[in-house]
């Protein structure tokens, strides 16, 4: 009777999920044109291009806290996405916008690291995803964190 009831409800779930009909209030698909996931031609793609990946902070003291910014052109031929940046520690945070970026316009990242309760050679990275292809880009932070009687 259980599995008699789920079938049920699982076709029930399928048939009224799958309505094509063209709805307003549809979601429109012309911003998500990953190749890999959509079957969009992938001549008409956002390209995200940094002026660097990579940012270097230096010596620093223990416990302070450090913001560098990397700059993004979208070089690609469709508007630029950023759903999402994740790090890789809870000591670093990405602050982006979630506003398309039009090809060639600029758009940014702010990174910030706090080398609270760290010491020594640290790198930490932040994980871009867009609607590129590839769909993940990968910023680097590194910081040389130096206790007060060190620096």
Do not use: W
């Amino acid at each position: 009777m259980k599995r008699l009831l789920s079938v049920v409800i699982l076709a029930f779930c399928l048939l009224t999920a799958c309505n094509s009909s063209g709805e307003k209030g549809e979601l429109s698909t012309d911003l998500v044109t990953n190749p890999k996931s959509a079957t969009q031609p992938s001549n008409k793609q956002p390209v995200i291009t940094f002026d660097k990946t990579e940012h270097d902070f230096g010596a620093i003291l223990q416990g302070e806290r450090v913001t560098c910014t990397f700059h993004f052109t979208n070089t690609g031929n469709m508007p630029l996405i950023i759903s999402n940046v994740n790090s890789s520690c809870g000591c670093t945070v990405g602050d982006f916008s979630r506003t398309p970026v039009d090809p060639g316009k600029s758009g940014s990242i702010k990174a910030t690291y706090d080398s609270k309760g760290h010491h020594g050679f640290q790198t930490r990275t932040l994980t871009v995803i867009s609607n590129t292809n590839p769909n993940k880009t990968v910023l680097r932070l590194k910081a040389n964190v130096k206790t007060p009687d060190q620096y």
